[in-house]
Nanobody, 124 residues
Framework: QVQLVESGGGLVQTGGSLRLSCTAS????????MGWFRQAPGKEREFVAT????????NYADSVKGRFTIFRDNAKNTVYLQMNSLKAPDTAVYFC?????????????????WGQGTQVTVSS
């Protein structure tokens, strides 16, 4: 089992920045590809970003490319999502997730472990 705990959400104005953190416990963190997903009210959970086990390869949804950065610190068992130039459509609950599969997967169904989520609200 892997336990994931997100933090760093909050209320920010359009154009502002936030950094989300997700700390893992229970298993060897570096064995897992990590991802961030988000879910807005009434919408399905969607892929945001993913990072490889050692942090050398990343993949982003087109909607956040150039604005968000995912990175990890395996010594701290933590993955981050730096979010810049935030827009109102970025408002959602953000979840971190872990998969034991080596590929950078983008479907929520491919991730085995999930955090409880953290709310991000961008006001216009």
């Amino acid at each position: 089992q892997v336990q994931l705990v997100e933090s760093g959400g909050g209320l920010v104005q359009t154009g502002g920045s936030l950094r989300l953190s997700c700390t893992a416990s229970g298993r060897t963190f570096s064995n897992y590809v990590m991802g961030w997903f988000r879910q807005a009210p009434g919408k399905e959970r969607e892929f945001v970003a993913t990072v490889s086990r050692v942090g050398s390869v990343t993949n982003y949804a087109d909607s956040v490319k150039g604005r968000f950065t995912i990175f990890r610190d395996n010594a701290k068992n933590t993955v981050y999502l730096q979010m810049n130039s935030l827009k109102a459509p970025d408002t959602a609950v953000y979840f971190c997730a872990a998969t034991s599969t080596a590929a950078l997967l983008t479907s929520p169904m491919d991730y085995q472990y999930w955090g409880q989520g953290t709310q991000v609200t961008v006001s216009s």
